[in-house]
RNA sequence: GGGCAGUUAGCUCAGUUGGUUAGAGCGAACGGUUUACAUCCGUUAGGUCAUAGGUUCGAAUCCUAUACUGCCAACCA
């Protein structure tokens, strides 16, 4: 035997991976003992690389996958990978502007095969670095979620939808972030708190407070709260109000919305620009104008086509939001219309969660899901126990978000995506997996918010791959908290509505990964942490290892070098035992029978110990408890087999020693020594794989298709 | 105003139905060239488990309050 003193990952990972790959053992057995096994990899967004994060779910994964097949449990881990709508939009525009490109001017069909390929192109590097992380999973029949079938699907639940009310064209106000050009869900908005000028401002009679100066021109009413004595007298009349571009009525009415202690008590109506003034119209619709849009896509002010032929009004017209707030404050000031100025007033914003430019709140038609029945039907679900969460404070986070859920916004004005199957002609509406064949309809422009395909993944996978009625629901999904709404909580939802069924039932919910100083990793702080980096310098195991060590479920995980750098060290410690087993068994060693009266005290102590730690490790993974799992077998393989029986079987090993002992404590040392690569190998899969290779005794193609000891 | 967490050794974190001297990794100190491994081995130091009450024979673990930290969700112009 004349194996390197050290580990060196890169000699063994590669080659190793191609091999089981080759293997076909990726691939559910046909037959298995007890329950199938299901996993669907949630799909890495097709436009980057994959950051630790990733490196996350793969071990987390991967952990279960590989404990599961070995227990013999036909196992299937269906990879994919997601187009990422948006998200992917965003990455693209920045990249042609970098080439100097302009996103808008390109035809649709151009730019949707340029970002075609894009994505292919980054997909395909993603499932090597999947690869090389040791994801067992089965490429066989990986999905993207584009594919012909998965569209088609997608396409029938929104017609499914459509034909039992609960998908609806409305027109509502809805979030529009200027620079990209699209509305965002409610869940893409992130609410900042920033400092704007408060102003008050005359209206007539009535002094009022607002931020919004250049929403002035869209006023339709001014209300104050009903029981404010202050306004009384104008409650229900029209008031003279010098705009700056000329005098107008404008009626006043009451609101139980409106706070009497803030500012003067009394604001604008501008129900096409502000969310809050537009319920205020709803309610009385009857009495006021409805919305009066005059700002644009672009976020210009937009007066000629309200005013055409007002002079005063030219001066306004085309100036952005933040200019036009400023000319506005000083020619009101001019006009003595302006009372006070409060310079720091804190309020919050809401913002593009991608770029945080403040968000222009527009009314337009849009695509709608009707949340409260499907919202029901998934707490339900839930408090049955048909999906339970590790750990269950996620649930109580899932019941809170639910009870309070809004209509879904599903339209997006972007190209990336799948098309919104509807069609129109005139005032008529088509609803359809594919176009109707007379001439004349025009198919919607929008396309899908991404997480309305996402959320039907698990059985829009399944059924397009077969493995439906065996595999769904599925055993478990494994996934950041950071989506439980935008993913979890919908594929709940959609796989009930479409199925019948819950898509999964259990909910593993990782944390985010930090930095040994706590902080959140990102690319301009520079404290990223390259999985694939790290897998070069220390090896997949190494990595693995120290994202399951110490960590429990739903904390944030914190990595560092040294610690990565610990578990290197773990690998090399299981990959040099294994030589000194072997050594030590020597080239003709035949398992065989231990005989257990002649056992010494040291391996009878052994023996149990190992199938104490097994049955531990077991109910462990069995509970999802991977860090107490792994520190189980950690703690027991380096400390106890190693540290102590490893040094207390020597002498028997020594020159002049007794054959016989000898003997039967070869069979003890590979017995303890094979059931602990095998409880080892879900957790480091490669190294353990490796020495399993080299030993004079394997009995399977694999130690990865090896029977998980049961006790 | 709301909801959910966290506060344990110098640092980062485990600790699953409450039970003997509270653990790990890294770091620190000291000592080891015995042929598996210096990516190693042995020994040691170090914590009134945020604070104050309560329940209990017994609490890091359950309850209440307080303080600080973090996160989520939010229509306050």
């Given at each position: 035997m004349d194996l390197p003193k050290v580990f060196k990952p890169e000699e063994f990972e590669l080659e190793i991976y191609k091999q089981w790959e080759a293997s076909g053992n990726f691939s559910p057995s046909k037959d298995g003992k007890g329950e199938p096994f299901c996993v669907i990899m949630p799909?890495?967004?097709?436009n980057g690389s994959l950051h630790v994060g990733h490196a996350v779910f793969v071990t987390l994964e991967d952990i279960m996958v590989r404990f599961h097949r070995m227990k013999g449990q036909s196992t299937l881990w269906l990879p994919g990978a997601d187009h990422a709508g948006f998200e992917t939009q965003v990455v693209y525009q920045k990249k042609l502007e970098k080439e100097g490109r302009n996103w808008f001017t390109i035809p649709r069909e151009e730019l949707y095969q340029e970002i075609w390929d894009f994505t292919q192109t980054n997909k395909a590097v993603m499932e090597g670095q999947l690869r090389r992380l040791g994801a067992s999973c089965d490429w066989s029949k990986e999905r993207f979620a584009l594919d012909p079938g998965i569209v088609k699907i997608v396409n029938q639940t929104f017609k499914k939808m459509y034909d039992d009310g609960l998908a609806y064209r409305g027109e509502r106000i809805v979030n529009w972030c200027v620079k990209h050009q699209t509305t965002l869900s409610d869940l893409e908005v992130k609410h900042e708190e920033k400092e704007d000028p408060l102003y008050f401002i005359k209206y007539g009679p009535i002094t009022l407070a607002t931020v919004r100066l250049e929403t002035k021109f869209g006023d339709t009413a001014i209300a104050v709260h009903p029981d404010d004595e202050r306004y009384q007298q104008y409650i229900g009349k029209e008031v003279e109000v010098d705009t700056l571009i000329g005098k107008t009525k404008i009626k006043v009415i009451a609101d139980e919305a409106v706070d009497p202690a803030f500012g003067t008590g009394a604001v604008k109506v501008t129900p096409a620009h502000d969310p809050i003034d537009y319920d205020i119209w709803q309610r009385h619709k009857?009495?006021?104008p409805g919305p009066m849009i005059v700002i644009d896509q672009f976020g210009k002010l937009d007066l000629l086509k309200h005013f055409p032929d007002n002079e005063a009004a030219k001066k306004y017209?085309?100036?952005?939001?933040?200019?036009?707030?400023?000319?506005?404050?000083?020619?009101?000031?001019?006009?003595?219309?302006?009372?006070?100025?409060?310079?720091?007033?804190?309020?919050?914003?809401?913002?593009?969660?991608?770029?945080?430019?403040?968000?222009?709140?527009?009314?337009?038609?849009?695509w709608f899901i009707k949340m409260k029945p499907l919202a029901a039907k998934a707490m339900e679900a839930v408090r049955k126990g048909e999906v339970k969460f590790v750990t269950e404070r996620f649930e109580k986070i899932f019941f809170h978000w639910l009870e309070n859920i809004r209509d879904w916004n599903v339209s997006r004005q972007i190209v990336w995506g799948i098309r919104i199957p509807?069609?129109?002609?005139?005032?008529?509406?088509?609803?359809?997996?594919?176009?109707?064949?007379?001439?004349?309809?025009?198919?919607?422009?929008?396309?899908?918010?991404?997480?309305?395909?996402?959320?039907?993944?698990?059985?829009a996978t399944l059924k397009t791959t077969g493995d439906f009625e065996k595999f769904y629901?599925?055993?478990?999904?494994?996934?950041?908290?950071?989506?439980?709404?935008?993913?979890?909580?919908?594929?709940?939802?959609?796989?009930?509505?479409?199925?019948?069924?819950?898509?999964?039932?259990?909910?593993?919910?990782?944390?985010l990964v930090r930095d040994k100083d706590r902080q959140k990793m990102s690319k301009s702080k520079g404290n990223v942490i390259d999985p694939l980096g790290v897998v070069e310098n220390y090896g997949a195991d190494a990595l693995r290892m120290a994202l399951v060590f110490g960590?429990?479920?739903?904390?944030?995980?914190?990595?560092?070098?040294?610690?990565?750098?610990?578990?290197?060290?773990?690998?090399?410690?299981?990959?040099?035992?294994?030589?000194?087993?072997?050594?030590?068994?020597?080239?003709?060693?035949?398992?065989?029978?231990?005989?257990?009266?002649?056992?010494?005290?040291?391996?009878?102590?052994?023996?149990?110990?190992?199938?104490?730690?097994?049955?531990?490790?077991?109910?462990?993974?069995?509970?999802?408890?991977?860090?107490?799992?792994?520190?189980?077998?950690?703690q027991f393989f380096w400390h106890e087999f190693c540290d102590k029986y490893l040094e207390e079987i020597k002498p028997a090993f020594a020159e002049g020693a007794a054959e016989?002992?000898?003997?039967?404590?070869?069979?003890?040392?590979?017995?303890?020594?094979?059931?602990?690569?095998?409880?080892?190998h879900p957790f480091v899969p490669f190294v353990t794989e490796a020495v399993y290779q080299m030993s004079p005794a394997k009995q399977k193609e694999f130690l990865m298709i090896e029977d998980w000891p049961q006790n």
């Open positions: 799909p890495p967004n097709s009857n009495e006021i017209h085309g100036l952005k939001i933040a200019e036009a707030r400023k000319v506005i404050a000083e020619d009101m000031e001019k006009a003595g219309l302006m009372v006070k100025i409060d310079p720091t007033y804190k309020h919050s914003v809401a913002t593009c969660y991608k770029c945080s430019n403040v968000l222009e709140p527009r009314v337009l038609p849009q509807v069609w129109y002609k005139g005032e008529e509406i088509y609803v359809g997996e594919v176009a109707p064949t007379e001439e004349g309809w025009a198919q919607e422009t929008d396309v899908f918010d991404t997480w309305f395909s996402s959320g039907q993944w698990p059985f629901p599925t055993t478990v999904m494994e996934t950041g908290w950071d989506i439980l709404f935008f993913w979890v909580a919908r594929m709940i939802m959609l796989g009930l509505y479409v199925t019948g069924e819950v898509p999964f039932k259990h909910v593993y919910l990782h944390g960590v429990s479920a739903g904390n944030d995980i914190v990595i560092s070098e040294d610690k990565i750098r610990a578990h290197r060290n773990f690998a090399n410690k299981i990959w040099n035992a294994s030589r000194f087993v072997m050594m030590n068994l020597g080239d003709n060693f035949i398992p065989g029978q231990i005989d257990l009266e002649k056992a010494s005290s040291t391996d009878k102590a052994i023996l149990v110990r190992i199938e104490e730690v097994g049955k531990t490790l077991t109910k462990h993974l069995d509970n999802f408890d991977f860090h107490l799992g792994a520190e189980e077998i950690y016989k002992a000898k003997v039967n404590t070869q069979q003890v040392l590979f017995k303890v020594w094979l059931a602990s690569i095998k409880y080892l």
